[in-house]
């Protein structure tokens, strides 16, 4: 009986859990004026023209395009510049390293609204507004501090004597550091990139703030479909499942990492 109860409630649980998205696919295989004038829990006339439309349509498909390759271009970033610092406040103890720890994390802990106004000031002055680079650069903010964090912790686990026995081996230290310290912390890598997609891949006060045309991203473009006949609510759906789909993507070919890695406690 006991263990009834507690399956009733894991499908009840995912029932909630996954209707909403449900909903929004059975919204995006239907034309707006099904959605307005029939209430149906099935398409009874299920259609594609609303995904079409994003496909064809170069201001929809180009903003997708867009929001991929600056989430994309931010991971790369982050993990970049987080793996050596992370690795300084892990193997090494400086002047102020416990301050300028919280600093960073103080950083992820403030709104983007604070700092939008001078990236805006500072991209306008030096040309790089409407810009992936412009994007992928301010969402370093938030994402390098969680990077260094999650980092951090996975390497203080590695044991120093590897990095003893590799220069007494005669490691250099970029060598010593790509060969063989990385491989040992790919788990925690491969949740930090998970986060940072993700972190970047949700936010939008920023992307669309400093992008105009050229880079303007699929959450903004969405916000652009009020029309004199109101909302577009089958082509919002069809945009929402789409972006729903590289977010499922990372957890699919990460989920290995994500379970060791909050089972080591870090994140």
């Given at each position: 009986?006991?263990?009834?109860?507690?399956?009733?409630?894991?499908?009840?649980?995912?029932?909630?859990?996954?209707?909403?998205?449900?909903?929004?696919?059975?919204?995006?295989?239907?034309?707006?004026?099904?959605?307005?004038?029939?209430?149906?829990?099935?398409?009874?006339?299920?259609?594609?023209k609303?995904?079409?439309k994003?496909?064809?349509?170069?201001?929809?498909?180009?903003?997708?395009?867009?929001s991929?390759?600056?989430?994309?271009?931010?991971?790369?970033?982050?993990?970049?510049?987080?793996?050596?610092?992370?690795?300084?406040?892990?193997?090494?103890?400086?002047?102020?390293?416990?301050?300028?720890?919280?600093?960073?994390?103080?950083?992820?802990?403030?709104?983007?609204?604070?700092?939008?106004l001078?990236?805006?000031q500072?991209?306008?002055?030096?040309?790089?507004?409407?810009?992936?680079?412009?994007?992928?650069?301010?969402?370093?903010?938030?994402?390098?501090?969680?990077?260094?964090?999650?980092?951090?912790?996975?390497?203080?686990?590695?044991?120093?004597?590897?990095?003893?026995?590799?220069?007494i081996?005669?490691?250099?230290?970029?060598?010593?550091?790509?060969?063989?310290?990385?491989?040992?912390?790919?788990?925690?890598?491969?949740?930090?990139?998970?986060?940072?997609?993700?972190?970047?891949?949700?936010?939008?006060?920023?992307?669309?703030?400093?992008?105009?045309?050229?880079?303007?991203?699929?959450?903004?473009?969405?916000?652009?479909?009020?029309?004199?006949?109101?909302?577009?609510?089958?082509?919002?759906?069809?945009?929402?499942?789409?972006?729903?789909?590289?977010?499922?993507?990372?957890?699919?070919?990460?989920?290995?990492?994500?379970a060791?890695?909050?089972?080591?406690?870090?994140?």
């Amino acid at each position: 009986m006991r263990i009834q109860k507690r399956t009733i409630a894991l499908i009840l649980y995912f029932v909630l859990l996954l209707l909403p998205i449900y909903w929004m696919l059975n919204m995006s295989l239907r034309t707006n004026a099904d959605i307005l004038t029939t209430f149906s829990l099935i398409p009874t006339d299920p259609t594609l023209k609303n995904y079409l439309k994003i496909f064809t349509d170069a201001s929809w498909y180009s903003g997708y395009l867009n929001s991929i390759y600056y989430v994309t271009l931010n991971t790369v970033i982050s993990l970049t510049v987080a793996l050596p610092a992370a690795y300084a406040f892990s193997r090494y103890s400086f002047l102020g390293d416990k301050h300028m720890f919280f600093w960073l994390l103080t950083n992820r802990m403030a709104p983007p609204a604070v700092f939008l106004l001078p990236f805006f000031q500072l991209y306008s002055t030096v040309g790089l507004i409407d810009t992936h680079i412009a994007v992928a650069i301010s969402h370093c903010l938030f994402n390098v501090p969680l990077a260094v964090w999650i980092l951090e912790g996975f390497m203080s686990g590695v044991p120093r004597e590897i990095d003893e026995m590799s220069y007494i081996d005669g490691y250099s230290f970029p060598r010593f550091f790509l060969t063989v310290f990385v491989p040992l912390i790919r788990t925690g890598i491969g949740v930090t990139a998970f986060f940072c997609f993700m972190f970047s891949w949700v936010e939008l006060l920023l992307a669309r703030t400093l992008t105009t045309t050229d880079a303007k991203p699929i959450a903004a473009t969405m916000t652009r479909t009020v029309s004199a006949t109101g909302l577009d609510w089958g082509l919002l759906a069809a945009a929402g499942i789409l972006t729903i789909v590289p977010g499922a993507l990372v957890i699919w070919f990460v989920r290995n990492y994500i379970a060791k890695g909050f089972a080591l406690g870090r994140v």
